[in-house]
């Protein structure tokens, strides 16, 4: 079982920043990646960024330029950096662990979520 909770959500201003960080707990040694979610009202969740296991990120282009993803080995611990927040970007944000290293059915590699954090970017 892994574990996963979500800090850093909040109100901010557009143009703001915030840090988004996942902590990571349990069997974390199954973990190859996390991936950042966001789900708006009434719309799909979408990814919005991946860690790697490798430290390779992948951005999506919706928020390229504005968004970084990283991880602390030591903490167990992704962020996701968000800077010059815009009001579309509101939404709550989740991370999922994919764990890859222990398990090979989609279902049970993708099964760790985190409880979401609230982002409200005011315009």
């Known amino acids: 079982q892994v574990q996963l909770v979500e800090y850093g959500g909040g109100l901010v201003q557009a143009g703001g920043s915030l840090r988004l960080s996942c902590v990571a707990s349990?069997?974390?040694?199954?973990?190859?990646?996390v991936g950042w979610y966001r789900q708006a009202p009434g719309k799909e969740r979408v990814l919005v960024a991946a860690?790697?296991?490798?430290?390779?990120?992948h951005i999506r282009d919706f928020v390229k330029g504005r968004f970084t993803a990283s991880k602390d080995n030591s903490k167990n611990t992704w962020y996701l950096q968000m800077n010059s927040l815009k009001p579309e970007d509101t939404a709550v944000y989740s991370c999922?662990?994919?764990?890859?290293?222990?398990?090979?059915?989609?279902?049970?590699?993708?099964?760790?979520w985190g409880q979401g954090t609230q982002v409200t970017v005011s315009s």
């Open positions: 860690v790697t296991s490798d430290s390779g990120t």
């Open positions: 999922n662990a994919d764990l890859k290293r222990c398990f090979t059915d989609y279902e049970r590699r993708f099964r760790s």
């Open positions: 349990g069997d974390t040694e199954c973990i190859d990646a």
